[in-house]
């Protein structure tokens, strides 16, 4: 038979698909489906995890299109960033130039890929046209007081040579050597949860076994004293938080991650009066004359406040300011402190004169200021428990700190050396006056209602966004700095502040710029200097999805109306690393724009699909581990086959040449199939009994594939048209010259894989004369009643589920075992999913998934 000559199968299709504009949004839609996959960082070339990320949003585009929506389907550029002023530095070129070449040669690997994107909305978020409404947005954020221009203690990268935000330093592993030995197995688990479940937390614990390093050069990460911009997405915490509760097309955990990076915690705000620290404002003073003034701590364990035994506040907290100034210890300590790295802080810390003044016992408590009480968590002060909580522990053995035990475990039996560990967990309380005796929740209800000193409080671990980057190739901060006004924004007509010439330098070229950098106040008139610093390119990714509404938009940064429309997007697909940096921005954004009055929607995102790792030899498929399959060498359409046959979007898979070669035959396979009919041509009219047969097959599969297609289910959707690819295959072979409904089945199947595949689809429909182009067709339906496929399927479902959660629980090591299961005469559909599925779940035996199954069936 003929052979698929894929390349020369692709360009022409690729052609008449361009001609016939079938990508495009109609001018008249009014719901689109929006589908979406994470635009690309313009690196200069594809990469396997773009082609997953993409072949996924295409297929399902496709699908939603056959099945009759509009679709909204763009594809634009994150084009600025620090790789592009590195690249630029070497090839002795500019970022611009060198930007634009990677954006013609990733759209030329797009189209080639055959992906079907609306190019009329294209988004390049390097082009003036779209960073001016980066600066518009600060400015409407500026006036809402969400930006803020702060002195802090910030990360540094010395290889980027640019402050980083907390997002965006990582955690790495390091020779663990010195973990101390005494920790008891709660505190190591607790530890290790810790870094798990979020690296925020670890990074800012004076954890000895991680450094910090940058996202993106993995150079360790330093501290600056900096004044920096900051956004001030704290504001919206508790909506961050309390949202993702509702975000039910998110997975799991992704929502997991980001409510660990909110960092909710329950606890009460309890006030200590502090005596010895310089007058201010709130002080007062005491009988006895000495100047007063309340130190609010937060903890998350009231009830254990008779056995606080000192008083901490963080180096960046007012009263460490007042005492500073007054105690040169002090001041010499908050000077070293800041300017070191938090994983070298430690338990470091200096008593001061000042004392604390216990809330029930009346008791004096010392007062320290230490460098592991961080300044913008909580209160930024806490009460020092050393019994029961690890870092007061560690604190109080290095300065010889009382250590009171106030909680004992229930069970008496369990050993505490309170000594050598805290005791962390809940008990019955002692030493606490009238509150000895009862269990700790009962204590903590009674404390908050009867101490006035003691209230209800919820904090938040998130922190301000940083956006200010000491880069060039960003969107210029529309800000000038002015002698006699201050900071003055710059006014909306003058936007946008465009990116002089880029001048190749160490530091920041911006500062270089002379002739740019120097201006006049919009205020005064005076002279004055420009903003030096650029915007953190998550500012540009933070609401792209909505300049592909309406890109071309000149007065307004996207249209009101078809924001209010066609949001959110409705399906959003890309990597998992985006769990927090991103997703978590691109939120804030969201709901930020909506208390501007500029979008109604408070959530951007409808369903999310977190696609897994290409692997290549057990490593991640990257082009700085020199794997990367490129994705031409196998024709586009083995490519995106492979990639969406191989596994569940979700999970990661390997890249092998076999499995790549299945991809390859399933094609040869259709083709062949659909040639060999034409060239035939012996189609009879009358029926015979078995067509029947094929017809109730080739409805099953429609109905399975649909369903599979509903689902993201891309490998099972390839399964199935596999087995009515055998089966019209064996039909052939039997009873020829074939039935009418032989050919229906091969029209069927083209349109099946176009979603998928789409030039072969198009290629055999057009073989076999169907109607215009099957990216267009309408997808199939099925001629019979087929109530009793779906009540199978929903059956299907139901035992899945039952398995599911019994291998969650199992562990499957026996793939005769399954075999077994196979040999109950289980439907053939049945049997096929259920392997599907156990294949999926690693390395977890499973007697009883075997027993269940043997006696369901
Ligand atoms: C007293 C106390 C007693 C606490 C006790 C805990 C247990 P975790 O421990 O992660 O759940 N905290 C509050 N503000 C802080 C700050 N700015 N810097 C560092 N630590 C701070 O977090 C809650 C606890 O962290 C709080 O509860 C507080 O210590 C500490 F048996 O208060 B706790
Ligand atoms: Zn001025």
């Not at 740019?516 to 540009?540: H, I, L, N, S, Y």
């Amino acid at each position: 038979t003929t052979h698929y000559d894929h390349a020369q199968v692709q360009e022409f299709w690729q052609y008449v698909w361009e001609r016939d504009d079938v990508y495009e949004l109609p001018a008249d839609a009014d719901d689109p489906t929006y589908v979406l996959g994470m635009f690309p960082y313009t690196s200069g070339t594809l990469h396997m995890g773009h082609v997953r990320n993409y072949a996924i949003t295409d297929a399902y585009a496709r699908y939603r299109r056959m099945q009759g929506d509009d679709v909204l389907h763009p594809m634009g550029w994150d084009a600025f960033g620090l790789p592009a002023e590195n690249a630029a530095f070497e090839r002795k070129t500019d970022p611009e130039s060198w930007t634009q070449a990677c954006i013609r040669r990733m759209r030329d690997e797009l189209e080639t890929m055959g992906f079907g994107y609306d190019w009329s909305r294209e988004v390049t978020t390097c082009e003036p046209e779209y960073y001016r409404w980066n600066q518009w947005f600060f400015k409407r954020l500026y006036e809402e007081d969400l930006v803020e221009y702060e002195g802090a203690s910030v990360n540094w990268c010395p290889d980027c040579e640019t402050v980083l935000a907390a997002a965006q330093v990582e955690e790495r592993e390091i020779e663990r050597s010195e973990i101390s030995e005494g920790a008891s197995g709660d505190a190591a688990s607790r530890e290790v949860e810790r870094s798990e479940t979020s690296d925020r937390e670890s990074d800012e614990t004076a954890s000895r076994d991680t450094e910090r390093v940058c996202w993106r050069c993995e150079t360790p990460v330093g501290r600056r004293e900096l004044d920096q911009w900051f956004f001030t997405i704290t504001d919206y915490a508790e909506e961050l938080h309390d949202g993702l509760d509702d975000l039910e097309g998110w997975p799991d955990g992704v929502r997991e991650i980001q409510r660990n990076w909110i960092g909710r915690q329950e606890g009460a705000r309890i006030g200590f009066e502090v005596a010895g620290a310089a007058g201010d404002a709130e002080t007062a003073s005491d009988e006895a004359g000495t100047a007063t003034t309340t130190v609010d701590v937060f903890s998350t364990r009231p009830e254990t406040v008779y056995g606080a035994t000192y008083l901490a506040v963080s180096p960046g907290h007012d009263l460490a300011d007042e005492l500073a100034a007054e105690d040169d210890d002090v001041a010499a300590y908050v000077e070293d402190v800041r300017e070191r790295d938090p994983g070298e802080v430690g338990f470091s810390g200096v008593e001061t004169d000042a004392t604390a003044t216990h809330p029930l016992t009346g008791a004096e408590l010392p007062v320290y200021v230490a460098g592991y009480v961080l300044e913008d968590v909580g209160t930024g002060a806490v009460m020092g428990v050393p019994a029961h909580n690890e870092r007061d522990h560690a604190f109080a053995l290095e300065h010889d700190l009382p250590i009171e035990g106030v909680v004992a475990p229930k069970d008496a039996s369990v050993d505490v050396d309170l000594e050598s560990d805290a005791y962390t967990g809940e008990g019955i309380l002692e030493n606490s006056g009238e509150y000895s005796g009862l269990e700790s929740e009962t204590a903590r209800e009674r404390l908050l209602e009867e101490v006035a000193a003691i209230e209800d409080d919820v904090t938040y671990r998130l922190r301000d966004w940083l956006i200010s980057r000491q880069r060039y190739w960003g969107t210029p901060i529309p800000v000038v700095h002015c002698d006699d006004c201050g900071r003055v924004p710059v006014p909306d007509e003058d936007l946008p502040i465009e990116l002089p010439e880029f001048v190749r330098t160490t530091g920041n070229p911006l500062d270089a710029a002379e002739e740019w950098k120097q201006t006049t106040c919009p205020d005064c008139g005076g002279p004055a200097e420009r903003e030096t610093d650029t915007m953190d390119t998550f500012v540009d990714s933070s609401w792209y999805f909505l300049r592909f509404l309406s890109p071309g938009l000149e007065d307004a940064p996207f249209d009101a109306e078809l924001a209010d429309d066609w949001l959110p997007v409705d399906v959003y697909v890309g990597g998992e690393e985006h769990a927090i940096l991103h997703l978590l921005y691109t939120r804030f954004f969201t709901k930020a724009l909506a208390d501007l009055g500029l979008l109604e929607r408070r959530e951007p995102i409808r369903e999310l699909k977190s696609q897994g790792t290409v692997l290549y030899d057990g490593e991640k498929m990257s082009s700085s581990k020199g794997n990367v399959v490129a994705p031409q060498e196998y024709g586009a359409e083995t490519t995106r086959l492979f990639v969406l046959s191989a596994a569940h979007p979700e999970q990661d898979f390997e890249w092998t040449a076999n499995n790549v070669r299945g991809a390859y035959e399933l094609q040869q396979d259709l083709y062949g199939m659909a040639s060999a009919f034409v060239e035939e041509g012996d189609t009879r009219v009358k029926r015979r009994p078995h067509d029947g047969y094929l017809a109730r097959e080739i409805d099953r599969t429609i109905v399975a594939v649909t369903d599979e297609y509903e689902r993201f289910r891309f490998h099972r959707a390839a399964t199935e048209i596999r087995e009515l690819a055998r089966l019209l295959r064996r039909y052939r072979e039997y009873d020829r010259p074939h039935g009418e409904v032989y050919r229906r089945g091969l029209l069927t199947l083209s349109a099946l894989i176009a979603p998928m595949a789409p030039h072969l689809g198009e290629e055999c429909w057009n073989k076999l004369r169907g109607e215009g182009l099957v990216v267009e067709a309408d997808w199939p339906a099925p001629e019979s009643d087929v109530e009793d496929y779906r009540r199978e399927r929903r059956l299907v479902e139901t035992t899945l589920a039952d398995v599911r959660d019994i291998v969650d629980t199992a562990a499957i090591d026996d793939p005769e075992r399954i075999d077994l299961v196979v040999a109950q005469d289980w439907k053939y559909e049945t049997i096929r999913l259920l392997r599907d599925d156990v294949d999926s779940i690693e390395g977890t035996g499973t007697e009883s998934l075997v027993d269940r199954v043997l006696e369901a069936g």
